[in-house]
């Protein structure tokens, strides 16, 4: 047991306070440390149970939130009550029959990540999940969160209704809400727009060159896009969270919200913006696909631990899939760019040898345990089940398109999800999203979902692309094969990874070891590829590397040129039906990408 302090927020709770409140103050925003106070009002029991998530649903990774937790102490009257800690994220407070009890905690939040929380002199950013506790069985009840700030200049956007005549304070319906429901407070840029006669919100946070005239039209695009798709915006208001970093690039989805972090210089120049607004169309899209439309493993949130489904190929793949596609209906890049993009997909996801290892529902099984934890073998022995999803979700489209003329298509398996389970937030088995799959292709598709799905066969892309007039072109490397992936750090030229089967692995070569010299010169990460291209196939050089510190030299031969690159092309001379499939596709003539 730790000796408690008195509250640090001297707040009195008046006899009106609902039964769970919450304050969060940051008086010193230097030190990274949020100062909550938790109010909690006619707790029955005499011993009361508190939980820290482990984890915030979107993001399926035990995080370990409670590692961040200090200072933890309970009152009742300003007198110190007796608490032991059970487990890692779990807190018993021995309150008797006292009605109210006050408790009192720091969370440190130095980490800006769109699931993590951050604290400093210019903002505070925060993720329920990471910053509150959960009392078992009262997660449905209402909650109010007061937030005071560190500055009385900064401003507080959240997903959160404000509470009428509460200064600074939101209202949650539940725990489940207001783990979704980040916040962003501090010197921000707001931006305020409508859609479809809902408003909408763009909180930035940093510098960078975004131009917010462009960019909030273009989300107006993305967003009428979705809607129209599914027939109506699910919400009253939505929030778009908006980091910019020196680095930096991911998403977080949220029901009513979404968190956002890219690269502040990255809006400039056409390639770099282009996949900011992809970034848009994905998270936008979850709020109907997985955060309404969810497998039944995600139905209710275990937040103690990892929540399970093989479903994630759905949920996050085919939200892939569409985050190329939707950009491409609200006009912002054309047909030719599209193509573009899903080519360099299909080359990400043919690069990778773990597709010929991990099944895709594995995949998304695994999750927790695999894809946010990678190790130097995790390219040879798994597959995203982001990009196979995407690929697989490409294929569905295909089938479904070409079987009925265009008439159908995955648009109608996400409507037809939608209004099957979304709507009502009805949980799916893996049983019933492949059934809604085959009732819209209008075909037995359990020898599909075998191979793909639950098998290693390779996608057999061109299979699916010519009946669109289009085929799939390998582009081999000139240089011949060597197996090496390398990264600079600190100057050290790192070999990152080793592919199953290359010649740098058959000849003892490891991850982890830095690359000196071919045949005695040295050589860097952009060297490599140019001296490779003075050999042939079947030639031995010797690659000369430190091992753990020991200087070490292997003879490695070199195999044949593989494909580096995959291209999307037009096929020669192609049918009327592959072009009337082609427009029925992508709304343009097949010509258009020639």
Request: negative net charge; contains cysteine; proline residues 6%.
């Amino acid at each position: 047991m730790t000796k408690p302090t008195p509250p640090r927020l001297n707040t009195q709770v008046p006899e009106i306070t609902p039964q769970i409140h919450y304050l969060v103050g940051m008086s010193q925003p230097e030190t990274h440390l949020f100062e909550v106070t938790l109010h909690i009002v006619n707790y029955p029991n005499s011993i009361l149970d508190l939980k820290m998530p482990v984890w915030t649903p979107g993001s399926y990774l035990v995080r370990e939130y409670e590692k961040n937790l200090q200072d933890f102490a309970a009152f009742a009257d300003n007198e110190p009550l007796s608490w032991q800690k059970i487990s890692k994220n779990h807190w018993q407070i021995a309150k008797g029959d006292i009605s109210k009890v006050t408790i009192t905690y720091r969370i440190f939040a130095n980490e800006l990540t769109v699931r993590t929380n951050h604290l400093d002199a210019t903002h505070g950013y925060f993720n329920g999940a990471a910053l509150f506790f959960r009392i078992p069985g009262w997660e449905n009840l209402p909650m109010q969160v007061t937030v005071i700030t560190a500055n009385p200049t900064w401003q507080i956007t959240t997903g959160l209704p404000a509470l009428p005549n509460s200064e600074n304070t939101f209202l949650a319906a539940d725990f489940d809400t207001l783990v979704d429901s980040p916040f962003e407070i501090g010197y921000h840029q707001l931006y305020k727009f409508e859609v479809l006669g809902k408003p909408h919100e763009l909180a930035v946070w940093g510098k960078g060159n975004f131009q917010p005239e462009q960019m909030i039209a273009d989300c107006q695009k993305i967003i009428e896009v979705e809607a129209q798709m599914f027939g109506g915006l699910p919400y009253d208001r939505y929030v778009f969270f908006l980091h910019l970093l020196q680095q930096g690039f991911g998403g977080l989805e949220h029901k009513d919200s979404c968190s956002l972090i890219y690269k502040r210089f990255g809006f400039r120049s056409q390639d770099k913006y282009e996949p900011f607004l992809q970034l848009v169309a994905h998270e936008f899209f979850h709020l109907w696909n997985v955060k309404r439309i969810r497998p039944k493993g995600l139905e209710v949130f275990d937040y103690d631990q990892e929540n399970y489904t093989p479903s994630l190929w759905f949920c996050e793949g085919t939200t892939s899939y569409y985050d190329l596609v939707i950009p491409l209906r609200a006009g912002i890049y054309n047909t030719k760019a599209y193509l573009n993009y899903l080519s360099k997909e299909i080359t990400r996801y043919l690069n990778t040898p773990g597709r010929k290892v991990q099944p895709l529902s594995e995949s998304s099984f695994d999750a927790w345990i695999k894809l946010y934890r990678p190790d130097p073998n995790s390219i040879n022995s798994q597959i995203s089940y982001y990009l196979k999803g995407e690929m697989v979700s490409l294929l569905l489209d295909l089938l479904i398109r070409v079987h009925h003329q265009n008439q159908r298509s995955l648009d109608d398996v996400m409507r037809q999800m939608w209004q099957e389970f979304g709507k009502e937030e009805i949980g799916y088995t893996p049983e019933q999203l492949e059934g809604v799959i085959e009732s819209v292709a209008g075909m037995d598709l359990g020898d599909f979902f075998n191979r793909y799905l639950n098998g290693l066969e390779d996608l057999p892309f061109n299979q699916y692309l010519q009946p669109f007039g289009l085929r799939l072109v390998e582009e081999k490397n000139e240089e011949p094969y060597f197996g090496v992936r390398i990264n600079t750090e600190n100057g050290r030229e790192i070999i990152k990874f080793v592919e199953a089967g290359s010649p740098a692995q058959k000849a003892g070569i490891d991850a982890g070891n830095e690359l000196l010299a071919i045949d005695g010169i040295k050589v860097g990460t952009s060297q490599l590829n140019e001296r490779l291209k003075d050999y042939q196939a079947n030639d031995s050089i010797q690659v000369t590397v430190f091992h753990q510190d020991e200087l070490r030299t292997y003879a490695v031969i070199l195999a044949a040129p593989i494909p580096g690159k995959y291209q999307i092309k037009s096929v020669e001379n192609p049918s009327s039906t592959e072009m009337d499939n082609f427009v029925g596709w992508l709304g343009v003539p097949l010509s258009a990408i020639q």
